[in-house]
């Protein structure tokens, strides 16, 4: 890529910016539902509030999700002597596609310990009221597609979850269960622009991202020619200038 015409594009965004006004964005933030019940979840439908349009004009939505794991392990020696055990319960949260969306599954991991219990000799025990902490992650920034998330009602977030057990004890007969649910929410935060005000108006920090974002093609022409036709590619449609075309 030409360094004359990476610098005559910056030049351009940089003045486009500079006359478009100054920045009138602002947030809304809003609560989803939450979904709980016995594991595993399966695309269990989080409910969060649509943008409503005469609020404004969107540019760019965020998600953050939140989920825990709450239940009970119980440890049974059936040995005539006293012995050790312990059980661990883990539970992965995934979420189904969401538009404009890009995030790689598992997003977190819950889990919650019986720890080291000392059974006596054909003692069952049961440790109820075992809880995770809260265990969240971002899905990103969707400033693309906006259309699932506009209008006066609701969209989804589907969540799902993968739970495993895992239990060691001593002697020659242990046995082990475990009772495991699981709950998730969301919350969503909507950039936008209210009515009658100026477009949102990018900072510096990302009018130079979005030209190194886009700015991907090589100028390929005499070094004579560079910095003619080659930067006049509009940057929403970069284009190889190759023979001056």
Known sequence: MSLHCFARSLMVLVAATAFGGPASAATLVVNCGTVSGPTELASAA??????????????????????????SITLTNGDDQSHTAVGTTTSQYSVGALTGFNFVNPLFTNSFTSGNRSLNAGQTLTISGLTSSAGNASLGANTT???PYVGGGNFTVPFSTATSFTSTGEGGFFMSAQATNANATAVVTYGYTPPGSAP??????????????????????????????CCRAPISRPRACINGG
């Open 145 to 147: 597609t906006f259309a």
């Open 200 to 229: 949102y108006s990018p900072t510096l920090a990302e009018l130079i991202s979005t030209v190194m974002a886009r700015l991907t093609w090589r100028c390929t022409v005499p070094p004579t020619e560079r910095g003619t036709s």
């Open 46 to 71: 989080v409910l969060c509030p649509q943008f409503n349009p005469a609020t404004g004009t969107v540019y760019a939505i965020s998600i953050t999700i939140s989920g825990a794991i709450s239940g």
